[in-house]
Nanobody, 126 residues
């Protein structure tokens, strides 16, 4: 089981990024995916998640209107697009997977997830 996050980088405030999470070793169709952020000196926090059929999507309050999560099960990839980036978006972004056994749920708590990727660094600075 592998999750590979990519797409991070150094971006100026107001810019955009699209993070990708490519999964292998399991059928993405059965798994909800969460995106988490860990800023320097802070705990890892959930910023978004998506259910198996994309019917369920959740965002951290600070991400509402700026974050868009999507998935392409055929490409075994989940995306997190972040627009109007702010310095407080800086951190290492991780994707994680969990089969919750239902199509109607995804979680934003790190303790709920079983499989994790290695993270991609996002730095927002002028």
């Amino acid at each position: 089981v592998q999750l590979q996050a990519s797409g991070g980088g150094l971006v100026q405030p107001g810019g955009s990024l699209r993070l990708s999470c490519v999964v292998s070793g399991f059928r993405l169709n059965y798994y909800a995916i969460g995106w988490f952020r860990q800023a320097p000196g802070k705990d890892r926090e959930g910023v978004s998640c998506i259910g198996v059929n994309s019917d369920i999507k959740k965002y951290v309050d600070s991400g509402e209107g700026r974050f868009t999560i999507s998935r392409d099960n055929a490409k075994t990839t989940v995306y997190l697009e972040i627009n109007n980036l702010k310095p407080e978006d800086t951190g290492v972004y991780y994707c994680a997977a969990k089969n919750f056994g239902t199509q109607r749920y995804c979680g934003t708590s790190s303790g709920e997830y079983r499989f994790w990727g290695q993270g991609t660094q996002v730095t927002v600075s002028s």
